[in-house]
């Protein structure tokens, strides 16, 4: 199935194991979002606070609440057409995360440098192997972070590339914490400027 052609004003998040059924999708409300709750009941509804259809193509940043993903859960937001995880993870993911001999990676990157400081419990990364750019599956894999379908890269719990043909971590698109319960992707925090200092 090719996600990116999902109609981009119901702004989907699915899960990530195939087959695909009616409910493994979910749908971020738009306009739609009352006549999905009920289909999605089974799944904790995640509700965006995105702008209009339109302006999402043309590249607007997307409101996630994160207040519906229960721990261990991954969704998956469209923003650009790109597919988006956003992972609420465990304190034993974020201990696996964070145990690890960053110097023995194959890309090496601490996991705090993989979250915003104050929010180690949600990773938000893009959903495409940066190998041939499949979509990983979710708690799958030695590392229970991803792994990939078509060639067998596994990633961790961090979205860092562990083992298989991929040569990076899974990047990490722009975003911000807007509250303890809501990431803006498309955008980052803006850094206040310094305060001049007197010669
Ligand atoms: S596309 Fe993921 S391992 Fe090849």
Redesign the pocket.
Known sequence: MNLDRLEPALATIATSSPPATRRDFLLIATGAAGAVGAAAAAWPFVSSLAPDAETIAAGAPVDVDLGPIAAGQIVKVFWRGKLIFVRHRTEAEIKAAQDVNVASLPDPQPDSARVKQGHANFLVVYGS??????V?LGNEGPYKGWA?P????VFDTSGRIRG???PINLPIPPYTFVSDTKVRIGEEAKVAPKAATAA
């Open positions: 192997c940066t190998h041939l750019g499949c990983p990939c078509c060639h067998g890269s298989g043909p991929a």
